[in-house]
């Protein structure tokens, strides 16, 4: 086996998050069900953390308290719709028990979307309390029927990402048509609040009426009692992926293998033979198991390996297989399978709490997928210490014409890595260093205390929150702003690092002055996420979400340069205060000189030739462009500002490069003047 450069993220495996209240919820559960009285809820939560539970908690209390008629569970694809069959509540301490008829959950049912419109109406005239549909049924219905039909009803949209602002989503106008009737109730659930394709979810005016609960990958990973270790890999390799897929799987560990859909260039366009070379890759072929469809391989060492095939096109062979991973009395039977093959199944809402490796071949083209494969590796379960998602990419090839895709996938990996770098991060909280700052409760400043004299930074050892303070930091005015800064900077990052020209700039551009990124492309992001915020809010939500983004890649640096620190329970935290300690006084202006991109470079560098990343870095040179007119506007904004500052307009001159690039957006306007003038 090869060693993979990785994003390593150790946790406390205090065993909090499994830890139940006398209700039978656990933390996530309980926080959410704290604002079950709200009209409009949205849980963001990662894979496994109970967002299903947490529903039917709140659901039974808008159906018997809250006076609601009927509860609507709407769900991307039949499979997820198991995750909603009857629990016995009651059982572990609740006051009722979660049942849907069977007949009303319609993810079972035989037909089309399209063929079980009329049984959603016939829900809605019935007593019946609780149905379950997929997004496609539930849109087919309000086309056919109207928003009217839902009135005071409980609706719950889970894998709430699917939803869109663009109008073109059926599902994200439908429920901008019943926030504006606003007689519906809407919790909304998801493990990643941010998109593929980086289309805002709902209109800033329209995510401003939810009240957000927030649980965090960290809080949920450092609350397990057996995982502590998540290790997040790209392998590039040449040549055939089926050629090198032995140096990335282990056949001892548990494994959910995506073979590369077949549009991709990593795909050998024939998938059939793909998962043949991989089975004959593990060894000697010993049968079908026939309860379960298994496929049966005899190793090396002669270890039998169980193999679920749920790529087979013969529906017969592979519902068969879908039907055995679903058997819920072998849910906790760890022997039961050893490895899951599939192209477009096993991803979201699929729970095998055993998963210790999530390998993935081809680069998948949505940030939102990949956090959903992790997330099928991120199960607490007896005995798995740790876990490991890997990216099997192709390496630009210079012979090949492809390059451009290449590079494509090799950004797309670098912007996943840093996503995930940040999502898998504690919460920070940020604060203007200021002379009258107190300490908060609950936070822990370190053997000496909290020192009125420098930035402090603090930990809350009970919620992993980190709370530092930094000079200059621009401070949110607006409820609205002050929100963004608690609740979405995971989603701003998110966008940042989805950004093409700003991971290309940051990698690959020797003459980058990182003010460019970190102000100029942050801003124009922010800018068109949340158009109605003032200058100033725009500035402050900025600030936040680039200290965000630098502190968690600089601590993770921090922690790479020394191994002792690494291997601490709370790594991540630890690079967190060596960084921050390593500085007197932190910042904005510091914050924003560091290139945020440069981290993933040495990754990338371990994982590619010098060969391969100069290819890389000419590719992306060959198509540079220029300053845009709007570059140019918003550099001689920030040189007004300096000006303001500094009593002088900004130098072309000047040794400082952010000052001369401030510069050369001033004299790029006033050519541009000067020509539309002389015509």
Partial sequence: MIAIPSVSVTYAQDGTSNGINDLGMRPMQELAYQKRGEQYLLIKSPPASGKSRALMFIALDKLTHQKLKQAIIVVPEKAIGASFHNEPLTKFGFWADWHVEPRWNLCNAPGNDGGKVEAVKTFLNSEAKVLVCTHATFRFAVDKFGVEMLDDR??????????????????????CQLMTRDKTHIVAMTGSYFRGDAEAILHPEDQAKFHTVIYTYYEQLNGYQYLKQLDIGYYFYSGNYTDEIMQVLNPNEKTILHIPNVNSRESTKDKIREVEHIIEALGEWQGIEPNTGFQQVKTAEGKILKIADLVDDDPSKRDKVAAALKDPSQKNNRDYVDIIIALGMAKEGFDW???????????RSSLTEIVQIIGRATRDAPGKTRARFTNLIAEPDASEMMVTEAVNDTIKAIAASLLMEQVLAPRFEFKPKRPDNQPTPGFEYGESGY?????????????????????????????????????????????????????????????????????????????????NLDEGDREAV??????????????????????????????????????????????????????????????????????????????????????????ARELAKRAQRFKQEKGRVPSLTAADPWEKRMAEGIAFLIRKVKEEKNG
Avoid at 154 to 170: G, M, Q, R, T
Avoid at 353 to 363: F, K, M, P, Q, V
Avoid at 492 to 511: C, H, N, Y
């Fill in 154 to 175: 409980l609706i719950a949209v889970d894998e709430f990402h699917h939803v869109s602002s663009n109008p073109d989503n059926k599902l994200g106008d439908h429920i």
């Fill in 353 to 363: 709490i055993w998963c210790e490796h999530a390998l993935t071949i081809g680069y």
């Fill in 451 to 531: 020192d009125p004299s420098r930035c402090n930074m603090g930990v809350n050892p009970e919620t992993g929150q980190i709370e530092l303070e930094i000079k200059g930091l621009a401070v949110p005015k607006s409820p609205e702003a002050s929100r963004i800064c608690r609740e979405d900077l995971t989603e701003l990052v998110t966008a940042f690092v989805q950004d093409k020209p700003s991971i290309e700039r940051g990698l690959f551009d020797e003459e980058l002055v990182p003010e460019e990124l970190t102000q100029l492309r942050m801003g124009k992001i922010i800018k068109e996420k949340f158009p």
């Fill in 542 to 631: 900025r600030q936040h979400a680039i200290a965000a983004l630098n502190l968690v890649q600089q601590a993770k640096k921090t922690m790479n340069e020394g191994d002792e620190i690494a291997t601490k329970n709370t790594a991540l935290i630890d690079g967190v205060r060596q960084f921050a300690l390593s500085v007197t006084d932190l910042d904005i202006d510091l914050i924003d000189r560091i290139n945020p991109f440069g981290e993933a470079y040495a990754i990338l560098a371990k994982s590619m030739s010098e060969e391969r990343l100069k290819q890389v870095a000419e590719a992306i040179a060959a198509k540079r462009v220029n300053l845009s007119l709007e570059e």
